[in-house]
């Protein structure tokens, strides 16, 4: 399960879940954490998106009865992706510091 806060008034709770023929990805869209709407997309192999449940999204937003504002603040959220990535930018320095020490491309890999 993920939750995206979209602001302080909408949130989308996603989850996934295995299907007979691959998955599908659920999403549940709250404001004031009561439901506006649902909505799912299903997958037999893999998701073509930026990040893990764009499309759903893209779904449950279009079909919930939003103000134009909303609809404006939502599909910015969208594109965006507001995925927190901020760990990775840790690992990034640890491992562009084989290319500092290492000379061979085996130590700096290792």
Not at 76 to 86: M, P
Request: hydrophobic fraction near 30%; include cysteine.
């Amino acid at each position: 399960m993920k939750i995206f806060n979209v602001n302080k008034e909408i949130k989308v709770v996603c989850n996934s879940e295995r299907t007979r023929s691959g998955f599908r990805h659920l999403a549940t869209l709250l404001r004031n954490d009561r439901e506006v709407s649902n909505a799912k997309c299903c997958y037999s192999n893999r998701t073509w998106e930026a990040y893990e449940f764009q499309s759903v999204l893209y779904k449950v937003f279009e079909k919930a009865d939003l103000t134009k504002e909303e609809k404006e603040i939502c599909d910015k959220f969208t594109k965006e992706g507001k995925e927190d990535l901020s760990h990775l930018k840790t690992i990034g320095a640890v491992a562009s510091l084989g290319n500092l020490f290492c000379d061979t491309q085996k130590e700096k890999n290792d």
